[in-house]
């Protein structure tokens, strides 16, 4: 089985790297899986949870928050705006970033301001979600909330 | 000359300035040398984003697209100056080398120029010279993520695009080592991808990645959909790298101010110690001579 090199880098560090299976990320016009020998590939992502499959392995989970992603055959690389993985993730402090974008969002005030706050609620699901996923240690559902 | 008890008193005080000089020191160049880990750590993104952005803006030419507003190069009617200086003082000539820097082009360019400054004290130095102050940035932390440089990013690039300046250049200090800190100043906007990169700023971190060569992608939702990602993000990263490059300077500059600073207080522990123990010596001889004089009156008085 061939595998594909997988990269996940940010501004700040590189999150991840090594070679996968499968991955999952979360594209702008819906859920992508790529396999090995995958077609060369530019694409815009969104917030969402990036999976890592590996054989043999327990899936591996990291909340990005938007980048995107160049394929090719033999590599993925995701720049991502934010990347934390799964064991990184403070879930007392995404809870409270949650509330405060709910609390943000429930607040009646201009289009930018309210498209930011519904953006950064999205964020803090996202890691929530996969916070949560380690604490399961199962392999969930795909679907979105 | 100074009493004992005074110079005792002064060689205290010099010794505890030396002690918070050298303390000062130390943290300096933890500092220093983690601005700079973490600016290195930016290269794997730049690279690869530089790589995607130059591919894409080719593409675009290809195709004829419309430029990018972010890459289109305008006549220039007025400047935007990023001037990066730090909060705080007890560095050196680091906040002094690069405003002059600032002051000669800002004497030198005709055209309008306004400044965005982060830092207090290019901040205080541009009011007391009345430039043209449009924002001003402080209390950036000592090691900032890039979401602590973001509002600095955002202001730049909404002025730019409500064509408050046509063209903006980052003046910041560039970390060359421990020793050698240049102040310069560097274009931020236009990004231009053609042509001299040295001009750009921080280009150092996207010279020498690998040259391959880009083969057709399939572009999802479209190029200039990634595009539009891609170019705000570099702009942001240059941003971000100017502001570490800064930050390891400053540390760099205090590290070696503060050496200077606690190699002076131990001279001149050294010369108070040579008056404390003469001031010393003198009275002991003093006093020798008191008891010697006394000794003698009294055995005058018992010969007689």
Redesign the interface.
């Given at each position: 089985m061939p595998t594909t090199r997988l990269?996940v880098?940010?501004?700040?560090?590189?999150v991840y790297s090594d070679d996968v299976d499968m991955v999952l990320v979360p594209?702008?016009?819906g859920q992508l899986g790529i396999l090995p020998r995958h077609?060369?590939?530019?694409?815009?992502l969104t917030e969402g949870e990036l999976v890592i499959r590996k054989a043999g392995q327990e899936d591996e989970y990291i909340a990005i928050g938007g980048?995107?992603m160049?394929v090719?055959p033999d590599h993925v690389?995701i720049?991502a705006?934010?990347a934390e993985r799964a064991e990184e993730i403070d879930v007392a402090r995404a809870e409270a970033a949650r509330k405060r974008a709910e609390a943000l969002l429930a607040e009646k005030r201009d289009v930018t301001a309210l498209a930011e706050a519904a953006a950064a609620l999205r964020r803090s699901r996202v890691r929530l979600q996969v916070a949560r996923r380690r604490k399961r240690g199962g392999r969930g559902g795909l679907e979105n909330e | 000359m100074s009493s004992i008890r005074e110079i005792r008193r002064h060689i205290r005080s010099v010794r505890n300035i030396s002690k918070v000089t050298r303390a000062m020191q130390m943290v300096a160049a933890s500092k220093m040398r983690r601005a700079q880990d973490?600016v290195l750590?930016?290269r794997?993104?730049?690279q690869?984003?530089w790589e995607?952005l130059t591919h894409?803006a080719a593409l675009a030419v290809r195709t004829e697209q419309d430029e990018h507003p972010l890459l289109a190069v305008r006549p220039v009617n007025a400047v935007g100056l990023v001037v990066i200086t730090s909060d705080k003082g007890l560095c050196g000539g680091y906040n002094h080398n690069l405003l002059r820097v600032a002051t000669e082009y800002l004497q030198a360019q005709e055209k309008p120029v306004k400044v965005i400054t982060v830092g207090r004290k290019g901040r205080d130095f541009m009011l007391r010279i009345r430039a043209n102050l449009v924002a001003e940035f402080t209390g950036v932390p000592a090691l900032p993520?890039?979401?602590d440089v973001l509002p600095i990013a955002r202001t730049v690039l909404d002025d730019y695009l409500a064509g408050v300046y046509d063209e903006v250049l980052l003046a910041y200090t560039d970390f060359v080592n421990t020793l050698v800190q240049r102040p310069v100043i560097r274009r931020l906007l236009p990004l231009r991808v053609a042509g001299d990169l040295t001009e750009q700023a921080v280009s150092e971190y996207v010279a020498g990645g690998p040259q391959v060569r880009i083969?057709?992608?399939?572009?999802?939702?479209d190029?200039q959909?990634?595009l539009a990602?891609?170019v705000p993000?570099f702009t942001?990263?240059q941003i971000?790298q100017a502001i570490l490059e800064s930050i390891a300077s400053e540390h760099s500059a205090r590290m070696v101010a503060m050496r200077n600073a606690t190699e002076n207080a131990n001279e001149l522990v050294d010369q108070l110690t040579l008056s404390f123990n003469r001031a010393r010596q003198t009275a002991i001889t003093k006093e020798i001579l008191d008891i010697v004089g006394g000794a003698e009156a009294l055995a005058k008085s018992a010969q007689r």
């Open positions: 990269e880098i940010t501004a700040e560090r590189v594209g702008v016009e077609a060369y590939l530019l694409t815009a980048g995107f160049e090719g690389t720049l705006d934010s | 973490q750590a930016t794997p993104y730049a690869k984003a995607l894409l993520t890039l979401l083969p057709e992608y399939i572009y999802e939702p190029p959909a990634v990602q891609i993000r942001e990263l971000y």
